[in-house]
C-alpha cells in the first residue's frame, strides 16, 4: 500500500511538473514568421540602431528573420500607437524610449495607453546626460554648483536642445528635488546651446556624454555630474547626481525599452526576453553601446513594468512643478 501511495504522488508531482513548464519560452513553437522590430524615430539614431542589433541577433538566435521598420512621427508616438492597437501575436515589437512612453502621455493627448496597451519584455539600456559647466564658473564640484545656485537665485541658467527634451527634464528634475530658482534657455539642438556653454552665454547644461565628452577632455567643459543612478562606466571618476544628499531618488536618463502589444502571449514574451539577455552577453554587442556613454540592462518583463510606473509617477511631480504636464 506504501509503495502503491508513493507511486501515486511521483505520477502526480511529475504530471504537475510537466503542466508547469507548458508554454515555457523553450516549449513554444515562436516565431513562426517574420517578426517586426518598430522603432519610433528616423534611421540612424540611437533607437535604430538598437532595435537593428536586436533584430540581428533575434535572427541568429531563432533562425527566423526580424527586420527592423521604422514609423518616425509625432515625437515617437505614431510608431506606438500603431503597435499599441495590432495583433498581440509576438509578431510586431515595440522598439522606443521612455520620452514616448512616459512623457508623451503627461504633455499631450496619446491614442495609447502606456499600462494598459502593452506587455513590457525588457528595460533595454540606459543612456544618461553629462551635466557640464563653463570652467570659468566658480565651481568644481555639483555640490558646490548646488551652492552657488541657491546663493545666486534666479541668476544662473541652463540649457537644453529643445523644451521637453531629456536634457531639459533634467534640469527641471533638479530643480523639483531641490526647490531650485534658474532658468531654462531652450535651443535648436544640442550643438548651439554646448557653444554657448563654452562661450560663457550660459553656465550650464545637460548633454549626452558622447557629445559632450570631447569638449570635456579638451578642457573647454567642465564635468560635474551624470544623471544615472550610478557612475558611468566610461568616466567613473564623475559622480551621478544621485550621491548628493537629497537626490538618491534622482535619474533622469534616457532609456530604451522593448515592449509588446498588451495580451501577447507570457510565454512569447518570456522567449523574447531571454533573446534579449543573451544578445546583451555578447562582449562586442557591449562594447558598441558602451562607447556611447549607453549601459546596457536587459531587465525581467516585471522589472521593466515597475520602472515604466514609477517612471510615470516621477516624471508628473516634474511636469507638474514645471508647469508643464498637459490639462
Given amino acids: 500500500m506504501l509503495r502503491l501511495l508513493a507511486s501515486c504522488i511521483a505520477i502526480v508531482f511529475v504530471a504537475a511538473l510537466a503542466a508547469s513548464n507548458t508554454g515555457r519560452a523553450g516549449d513554444i513553437d515562436y516565431p513562426t514568421q517574420t517578426v517586426r522590430l518598430i522603432s519610433t524615430f528616423e534611421a540612424g539614431g540611437g533607437n535604430d540602431f538598437m532595435a537593428r542589433v536586436l533584430a540581428k541577433k533575434f535572427t541568429e538566435e531563432w533562425k527566423k528573420t526580424v527586420i527592423v521598420e521604422d514609423k518616425p512621427g509625432g515625437a515617437g508616438d505614431i510608431g506606438t500607437n500603431y503597435v499599441a492597437h495590432i495583433t498581440p501575436d509576438g509578431n510586431t515589437l515595440l522598439v522606443t524610449t521612455n520620452a514616448t512612453v512616459v512623457i508623451n502621455p503627461q504633455l499631450f493627448k496619446v491614442k495609447f495607453d502606456p499600462v494598459q496597451d502593452f506587455a513590457p519584455i525588457s528595460l533595454l539600456a540606459r543612456q544618461p546626460f553629462l551635466l557640464v559647466v563653463n570652467p570659468n564658473l566658480p565651481v568644481k564640484t555639483f555640490a558646490e554648483l548646488i551652492d552657488y545656485v541657491r546663493a545666486h537665485p534666479g541668476k544662473l541658467n541652463f540649457g537644453s536642445s529643445g523644451a521637453g527634451g531629456g536634457a531639459h527634464l533634467s534640469g527641471e528634475m533638479l530643480k523639483t528635488f531641490l526647490n531650485l530658482n534658474m532658468t531654462h534657455v531652450p535651443y535648436k539642438g544640442v550643438a548651439p546651446a554646448l557653444q554657448d556653454v563654452i562661450a560663457g552665454n550660459l553656465d550650464f547644461m545637460f548633454a549626452a556624454i558622447l557629445t559632450s565628452r570631447p569638449f570635456v577632455e579638451s578642457g573647454r567643459l567642465r564635468a560635474l555630474a551624470v544623471t544615472s543612478k550610478t557612475r558611468n562606466p566610461t568616466m567613473p571618476d564623475i559622480p551621478s547626481v544621485s550621491e548628493y544628499p537629497g537626490l538618491e531618488e534622482f535619474e533622469a536618463d534616457l532609456w530604451y525599452g522593448l515592449l509588446a502589444?498588451?495580451?501577447?502571449?507570457?510565454?512569447?514574451?518570456?522567449?523574447?526576453?531571454?533573446?534579449?539577455?543573451?544578445?546583451?552577453?555578447?562582449?562586442?554587442?557591449?562594447?558598441?553601446?558602451?562607447?556611447?556613454?549607453?549601459?546596457?540592462?536587459?531587465?525581467?518583463?516585471?522589472?521593466?513594468?515597475?520602472?515604466?510606473?514609477?517612471?510615470?509617477?516621477k516624471w508628473a511631480m516634474v511636469l507638474k512643478s514645471a508647469g508643464l504636464a498637459s490639462q
Fill in 261 to 313: 502589444p498588451a495580451k501577447t502571449d507570457p510565454a512569447i514574451v518570456d522567449k523574447i526576453y531571454r533573446a534579449t539577455t543573451e544578445a546583451f552577453k555578447d562582449s562586442e554587442v557591449r562594447v558598441r553601446f558602451e562607447q556611447f556613454g549607453t549601459v546596457l540592462v536587459g531587465s525581467t518583463p516585471e522589472e521593466f513594468a515597475s520602472v515604466i510606473k514609477k517612471d510615470l509617477g
